[in-house]
């Protein structure tokens, strides 16, 4: 069943550290995948994604990795700064709905500490 | 850069009265979608819209809910009659063809209270 999210999981990190972000994912057949940030009081934000076809991306200061046998995302941020303070979501999407529909996660709450 | 916009930002409406919400997704943009978050839960699907057609809608969709595409340029969606449990953020996105999947970008928002 679903999870009730109104007390996400929260990682603390200190400002300059590195932060991982870590997603279980319900759908063996999805195979594309998305991290949005989603910062309080505005929409979700795209941060990085990665199709089923490789296990690691990275983009600035960001990297998703993949692990499609125990079916788990990551997102990694390299040097957390104050304004990386939001919630994470990863989204998963399969072939089987033809890409419209994108299952997300409950969250994760990402507070940098100066 | 473009974006997605959403009025109003803030929707209050009583028990039983319909709204409707608007969106003006990316101009060159083919399939738009509407999301709802009920307050601290995770962003839940409701529809997706392709070629003047609702291509796919969750549980949540029912027939209480409508979308439209009136012009060029909105996306609109409309509950008939509003229950309590409607209270939600509620965002339109929209997104490019690519194969049927490309990132999706999000609109702002807007805040359904229903009293």
């Known amino acids: 069943g679903e999870s009730v999210g109104l007390h996400l999981p929260t990682l603390s990190v200190q400002e300059g550290d590195n932060s991982i972000i870590n997603c279980a994912y319900s759908n063996s057949a999805s195979d594309y995948f998305i991290w949005y940030k989603q910062e309080s009081g505005k929409g979700p934000q795209f941060i990085i994604d990665?199709?089923?076809?490789?296990d690691k991306r990275q983009g600035q200061r960001v990297t998703v990795l993949l692990n499609k046998t125990v079916k788990h995302l990551s997102l990694q941020i390299a040097a957390t700064q104050p304004g990386d303070s939001a919630v994470y979501f990863c989204a998963e999407n399969s072939r089987d709905n033809y890409g419209q529909n994108f299952v997300f996660g409950p969250g994760t709450r990402l507070s940098v500490l100066p | 850069e473009p974006e997605v916009t959403q009025t109003p930002s803030h929707q209050v409406t009583q028990m039983g009265q319909e709204v409707i919400l608007r969106c003006v997704p990316i101009?060159?943009?083919?399939?738009f979608y509407w999301y709802r978050q009920i307050l601290g839960q995770k962003v839940e699907f409701l529809v997706s819209?392709?070629?003047?057609?609702?291509?796919?809608k969750s549980e949540i969709f029912d027939d209480q809910f409508s979308v439209e595409r009136p012009d060029g340029s909105n996306f609109t969606l409309k509950i008939r009659s509003t229950k309590l449990e409607d209270s939600a953020m509620y965002f339109c996105?929209?997104?490019?063809?690519?194969?049927?999947?490309?990132?999706?970008?999000f609109g702002p928002g807007t805040r359904l209270t229903v009293t």
């Open positions: 990665i199709r089923s076809n490789m």
């Open positions: 819209f392709y070629n003047n057609e609702i291509s796919e």
């Open positions: 101009s060159n943009h083919l399939y």
């Open positions: 996105a929209s997104s490019a063809e690519n194969r049927g999947r490309s990132e999706q970008y």
